[in-house]
């Protein structure tokens, strides 16, 4: 359940990086979305129980949302849309 929770995060915000958009202008989002997946990485990180490596997967996949978004931020500063 987790493990689809995180997932369907990290297309979430891979898609809106994505989007030219989204990204032009506007840090906020990415700040926030940073905000969010350093918090469910936090989140995943207090469970007691690995449940067959899936937690450790899980935040594994978080902390390459995390990666990905801040390359987005990264690539929208130096792009003009």
């Known amino acids: 359940m987790v493990k689809k929770i995180v997932i369907a ?4 915000f891979l898609m809106g990086g994505a989007a030219g958009s989204w990204a032009a202008g506007h840090w906020m989002h ?3 979305a940073l905000d969010d997946l350093r918090h469910a990485k936090m989140e995943l990180e207090k469970g007691e129980h690995n449940f067959g490596g899936h937690k450790d997967k899980a ?3 978080v902390q390459r949302a995390i990666e990905e978004t801040r ?3 990264e690539y929208s500063e ?3 849309y």
């Open 9 to 12: 995060l990290i297309v979430v």
């Open 30 to 32: 990415f700040e926030t």
């Open 71 to 73: 390359m987005c931020a």
């Open 59 to 61: 935040i594994e996949h």
């Open 78 to 80: 130096h792009r003009h």
